[in-house]
């Protein structure tokens, strides 16, 4: 395989990078992500995704857009109100990228789901907005040896997770104890920068892992939108949990 003179062009600005060249920008080609969200984590994952030149996306996403998305989902417009999200991103990112190679799931995320189409990804990204179905994609991962970006937002706030099965803590080390019943499902606000950044650096860590470039794989990052302050905290892995069997 190699880059036609329309990709040269188009992405001579990452070929340019010694970190990638034409080399890594073939890689990124090659590439197959599953993205599962299609909301503020998952609209600026898609987009990045996609002008980077990942070869293949997998969408994941049984909501629809509501106005009160339009604050940071910035792939939909007033006119896709009602409209699927999944679907409705992936016409979207074919217009970005016309020889995208897509699958969207229009449906939820749940264990028969999960178990059946990660094994299709060389890496997988959390757009979640719940623990529940988190944890779910989470033990799949871990399941079929997986690599996955979690991230969540919060108002100004936000935190960062990759995980490397076999190698690095896991969600479940981060909340050994689940969660607090009334925390979730809970709304929340949220301004749209939040979600951009945090979804900025979810493409970015796919596609240092896509690369074969170090990722931050041994704890947690949390933002603080307010102080502009970006924190690593260290997680220790729990030795009995699924991320440390196999």
């Known amino acids: 395989m ?36 299609c909301g503020g984590l998952g ?3 898609l987009l990045y995704l996609t002008a980077m030149g990942i070869g293949h996306l997998g969408l994941c996403d049984n909501d629809t857009v509501a106005l009160s998305n339009l604050n940071r ?34 449906q939820t995320m749940d264990e028969k789901l999960a178990k059946s189409i990660v094994q299709d990804y060389d890496i997988v990204l959390d757009c979640l907005d719940n623990f529940d ?8 991962c871990l399941e079929l040896d997986k690599p996955l970006i979690h991230a969540g937002v919060d108002e100004f706030y936000g935190q960062l997770m990759t995980i490397i099965p076999g190698k690095s803590p896991c969600l479940r ?9 009334e925390k979730r499902n809970k709304t929340f606000g949220i301004i749209g920068t939040t979600p ?15 690369l ?3 990722v931050f ?30």
């Open 217 to 246: 794989s041994n704890g947690l990052m949390t933002y603080d939108g307010l102080e502009q302050t970006l924190d690593k905290v260290e997680i220790i892995a729990n030795p009995i949990c699924l991320c440390r069997r196999g």
């Open 133 to 140: 179905t988190r944890f779910i994609l989470g033990d799949a």
């Open 43 to 45: 609209a600026p994952v």
């Open 212 to 214: 074969g470039l170090k």
């Open 73 to 106: 989902q910035v792939l939909f417009t007033p006119n896709d109100v009602g409209k699927s999200k999944a679907l409705t991103a992936q016409k979207r990112l074919k217009t970005l990228n016309p020889t995208l190679e897509t699958t969207a799931y229009n």
């Open 173 to 181: 080390c981060l909340f050994p104890d689940g969660l607090i019943k």
């Open 2 to 37: 190699k880059l036609t003179e329309k990709q040269e062009e188009i992405f001579s600005r990452q070929i340019l990078m010694k970190n990638i060249g034409e080399e890594g920008q073939l890689k990124l080609l090659k590439a197959k992500v599953l993205v599962v969200g």
């Open 196 to 210: 951009a950044i945090l979804g900025s650096m979810q493409a970015m860590e796919a596609a240092k892992y896509i």
